[in-house]
Structure formats: structure tokens, C-alpha cells
């Protein structure tokens, strides 16, 4: 079962948070082998797992972004494109300060982006936050993406 929670079942994620017990079973010397185990284990788990509903998890990033005041409606705007909450806003002089949650996966660009849309003047950091769920239609596009690009398709 171990093997099959690396490489997770629906999109090739790792599987978190399960707790398996096996409350029965026995070896045979004729027809059992260590094999035997792992399949019926994997079979199992596998069974058991798309019967539950999983779900994909994103990992949320906290991100701070310095920008000239004159740029806040555009980065504002830009957050929201990338699925991002904004958290909080401030000023410091003329600059200001955004703090926001946004998806790490919105984030694989953004520093060229923000450099294009500040003309080189906006800075940002980010930090992981926590893990959250993948909204329905992105998870749903997720697995048909991975089911199709590896063959694989989750019985229902």
C-alpha cells in the first residue's frame, strides 16, 4: 500500500492523511508469496480510495508585494486573475504593500510578470502558507489531464 500512496491513484499526487488497518489475512505455503501481499494490498487500497472521493490539494503561498502606489489596481486585478485573496493592504511613503494568499501554481511566473507590469519596480516574497483544496473544475482538468497523458482511467 505504501508504493501506491507515493504515486497517488487519481493525478500521480501523493496520498496524505490515511490510516490503514488489515484486520485480516493469512500466508500459505502453497499459494502466498510477498508479492501475493503487495497486490492485494495495492488492489485494495486502490479500491477503497477512489470509493472515498479524494481530493487534490494546492499548496497557498503568503505573498508580499512592494509596489509603487500608482500600480495597485493592476496588481490587485492581476492577484485576482491567479486565484489570490488579498489579505491586506498598506503604505509606506509612496509604496505600497500588498499581502495576499494566492496559489502556488499562480505564482511560477510572477516575478517577470510583476517586473513587466511595475517597469522594474515591484518586489515580492513569498512563504508557504498551508494546503487547501483544488476548486472542482481545476481538480476535475487535473485528472483528466494526468488519466490521459499516462493512460489511466479511475473507475467510478
Request: contains cysteine.
Given at each position: 500500500m505504501?508504493?501506491v500512496l507515493?504515486?497517488g491513484?487519481?493525478?500521480?499526487c501523493?496520498v ?8 485480516d ?6 499459494d ?5 501481499f503487495?497486490?492485494?494490498g ?8 477512489t470509493?472515498?472521493?479524494p481530493?487534490?490539494l494546492e499548496?497557498?503561498m503568503?505573498v508580499?508585494?512592494a509596489i509603487?502606489?500608482?500600480f ?7 492577484l485576482?486573475s491567479?486565484?489570490?485573496?488579498i489579505?491586506?493592504?498598506?503604505s ?6 500588498i ?5 502556488l501554481k499562480?505564482?511560477?511566473?510572477y516575478?517577470?510578470?510583476?517586473r ?5 519596480e ?11 483544496q483544488?476548486p472542482?473544475?481545476?481538480q476535475e482538468?487535473?485528472v483528466?489531464?494526468w488519466q490521459?497523458a499516462?493512460g ?5
Amino acid at each position: 500500500m505504501r508504493s501506491v500512496l507515493e504515486h497517488g491513484i487519481i493525478a500521480g499526487c501523493q496520498v496524505i492523511d490515511v490510516t490503514v488497518a488489515v484486520y485480516d489475512g493469512k500466508f500459505h505455503d502453497v499459494d502466498s508469496d510477498g508479492i501475493s501481499f503487495e497486490i492485494a494490498g495495492r488492489n485494495s487500497f486502490k479500491d477503497a480510495f477512489t470509493k472515498a472521493r479524494p481530493i487534490l490539494l494546492e499548496p497557498l503561498m503568503n505573498v508580499t508585494i512592494a509596489i509603487p502606489g500608482h500600480f495597485m489596481g493592476a496588481i490587485t486585478g492581476d492577484l485576482n486573475s491567479r486565484r489570490g485573496r488579498i489579505m491586506g493592504m498598506d503604505s509606506i511613503g509612496d509604496q505600497a504593500i500588498i499581502k495576499a494568499i494566492v496559489p502556488l501554481k499562480g505564482l511560477q511566473q510572477y516575478s517577470t510578470q510583476l517586473r513587466s507590469v511595475t517597469a522594474g519596480e515591484g518586489t515580492f516574497s513569498m512563504e508557504f502558507d498551508h494546503y487547501d483544496q483544488l476548486p472542482g473544475p481545476l481538480q476535475e482538468a487535473t485528472v483528466a489531464e494526468w488519466q490521459a497523458a499516462h493512460g489511466h482511467k479511475v473507475e467510478e
